[in-house]
């Protein structure tokens, strides 16, 4: 699959996961959650930007269960749960978070 | 398998890894295939013997090869509450290396204040045929 923005083209896995990280921008991010009905607020950034960080680190996207856990303690408790995470990514907030972090899907997602 | 995971049960998963990190797939898929389990809430420990002690070196470095340094993903481990990665003694002396050649890798007990403790331990060749025995489901890396 390949995903037009802005004129440029860009290589995505047939459930369009952003076949090269580097090929990533905020402004390509911003593009694939409008694609979906869903406009970036702060909170999301916090989340898609966590996400970056991580893969970076590790060099996996975390599952649901670990990025809760890990949300929980770098952006405390009311945050670090699963409803909030599923009100700002209704499709599933690691699934759909790391698609726009540009990252592949996480693993130990069905 | 669909009953008892209905009922609730949880395996006791051994995942044994003997092949060096780089050159095959097999460590990288197998470190996945353990996070995956995991993450579906089974009971997940690691076992590195033979060459597979290399996988958990410190300071790889796969620039010269062209491939993906997944060794940073070990330290995922703990996070994924994988909280015992057994490493064979033997296996690390026959190759020149020690405990203290290998990352330190830890996890945070949560009701421990978040405090990390260590996931690697050094077992004998003994101490792992027992490790094993006490599993319930085996798979080979």
């Given at each position: 699959?390949?995903?037009?923005?802005?004129?440029?083209?860009?290589?995505?896995?047939?459930?369009?996961?952003?076949?090269?990280?580097?090929?990533?921008?905020?402004?390509?991010?911003?593009?694939?959650?409008?694609?979906?009905?869903?406009?970036?607020?702060?909170?999301?950034?916090?989340?898609?930007?966590?996400?970056?960080?991580?893969?970076?680190?590790?060099?996996?996207?975390?599952?649901?269960?670990?990025?809760?856990?890990?949300?929980?303690?770098?952006?405390?408790?009311?945050?670090?749960?699963?409803?909030?995470?599923?009100?700002?990514?209704?499709?599933?907030?690691?699934?759909?978070?790391c698609k726009y972090a540009g990252l592949p899907k996480p693993t130990g997602c069905v | 398998m669909s009953e008892e995971l209905q009922s609730g049960i949880v395996k006791k998963f051994l995942y044994i890894n003997r092949r060096a990190p780089h050159g095959t797939n097999y460590a990288q898929e197998g470190l996945e295939v353990a996070l995956i389990g995991a993450a579906f809430d089974q009971d997940v420990a690691m076992a590195y013997l033979d060459d597979g002690v290399f996988q958990l070196k410190a300071g790889q470095d796969t620039k010269a090869i062209g491939t993906k340094n997944f060794s940073a993903t070990y330290r995922a481990l703990g996070d994924y509450d994988v909280k015992r990665v057994y490493v064979e003694r033997e296996s690390l002396e026959r190759r020149g290396l020690s405990e203290d050649d290998l990352m330190p890798l830890v996890y945070e007990d949560e009701d421990d204040d978040w405090e990390e403790k260590p996931l690697i331990h050094v077992v004998s060749a003994r101490e792992m045929q027992q490790i094993i025995s006490e599993s319930d489901v085996l798979l080979n890396f």
């Open positions: 699959m390949t995903l037009e923005i802005n004129g440029q083209s860009f290589e995505t896995d047939e459930e369009g996961y952003l076949a090269n990280l580097s090929d990533w921008s905020s402004e390509l991010a911003e593009a694939m959650a409008q694609h979906d009905g869903c406009d970036l607020t702060e909170n999301h950034w916090e989340v898609v930007n966590f996400l970056r960080e991580y893969y970076d680190e590790y060099q996996i996207a975390p599952a649901v269960r670990v990025l809760t856990k890990a949300i929980g303690k770098r952006l405390g408790k009311d945050k670090g749960n699963s409803r909030y995470l599923y009100e700002l990514f209704p499709y599933g907030p690691a699934k759909q978070a | -």
